[in-house]
């Protein structure tokens, strides 16, 4: 700037034609018109902004909330245990079995007791005895008797021989259960202190070949069995006598929930319905069918 003063000032003193200035009043000149300029404010250093970091995306904490389940009431009813199913009783063939007046009498069902006593008979094809092995102490337990006698019970196969008569040939017994109706006239009855008269006489009858009855309907041990395949509806009776405790028996819908049961003596009568799905035995002898 300075450089371009001076210039000027010698361009206006080479074009003019009045004497060469003063070089004091040039300098004098020169000094005020520096003084006059505003002095230059020089500018701040820039400072750069910092660098800019990316901030995360803000991820929202969620909170699962845990739903307590609702209560489920526990059902009153008990299932019953599963099911395992019986083995079928094999039928012992009855060949020799004949209408020979001088054999056993027929084997039917008690029509008339309703106490509904039941015993077991090996009849022995042939022979002047019958044995009766019963469970319950009331009735004969064991004893042999003429062949003349005469009595009904109900016929049922099985195959298979009491600790009393296992030294016998299988082929020529076989069992039968059921009521005796009528009453026993004996001679040196083996253990007759288990005799009980309490039955009226029948008369003679003739010994008829009757075929098994419906297996269903056959005596049944302690276990568990489906109705209408394994058991028939109808009433039951308990072997054991009712001086005997922990006698259980239970029946079972189709849902596993037991209808009825019962826990205490035995000696009682089980009426099983045929909307029944299973029937459990336990602990009360065997089971005898007693109904029709």
Request: with cysteine.
């Amino acid at each position: 700037m300075r450089k371009f003063l001076v210039l000027l000032v010698a361009i206006i003193l080479a074009g003019c034609s009045v004497p060469t200035p003063d070089p004091v009043i040039i300098q004098q000149i020169v000094k005020e018109t520096q003084a006059a300029m505003p002095t230059q404010t020089a500018y701040s250093t820039y400072t750069p902004y910092p660098t800019y970091t990316v901030q995360p995306i803000f991820t929202p904490i969620v909170i699962t909330k845990v739903v307590t389940p609702t209560n489920t009431l526990t059902p009153t009813l008990t299932p019953s245990p599963v099911f395992t199913a019986t083995a079928t009783a094999t039928t012992v063939p009855l060949s020799s079995y004949t209408t020979n007046e001088d054999q056993i009498a027929t084997f039917l069902q008690n029509p008339i007791s309703s106490i509904g006593q039941t015993f077991k008979v090996l009849l022995e094809t042939g022979s002047s005895s019958v044995y009766i092995d019963g469970k319950n102490e009331t009735l004969v337990h064991y004893a042999a008797f003429p062949k003349t006698q005469r009595f009904y019970i109900m016929l049922a196969i099985e195959d298979e021989l009491s600790d009393e008569t296992v030294d016998l040939q299988k082929n020529q017994y076989s069992w039968a259960y059921g009521v005796i109706i009528g009453t026993v006239k004996y001679s040196s009855v083996k253990e007759s202190k288990y005799y009980t008269p309490n039955y009226f006489e029948m008369p003679k009858v003739r010994i008829i070949h009757q075929e098994p009855i419906d297996q269903m309907k056959w005596p049944k041990h302690d276990g568990n069995y489906m109705v209408n395949r394994d058991i028939a509806p109808g009433p039951w009776y308990s072997s054991y006598s009712m001086t005997v405790d922990g006698c259980y028996w239970a029946r079972i819908n189709s849902s596993g929930n037991i209808i009825d049961n019962h826990y205490g003596v035995a000696g009682i009568t089980v009426y099983v319905a045929p909307t029944d799905t299973v029937v459990q035995f336990d602990g009360c002898g065997k089971m005898y069918y007693i109904g029709d």
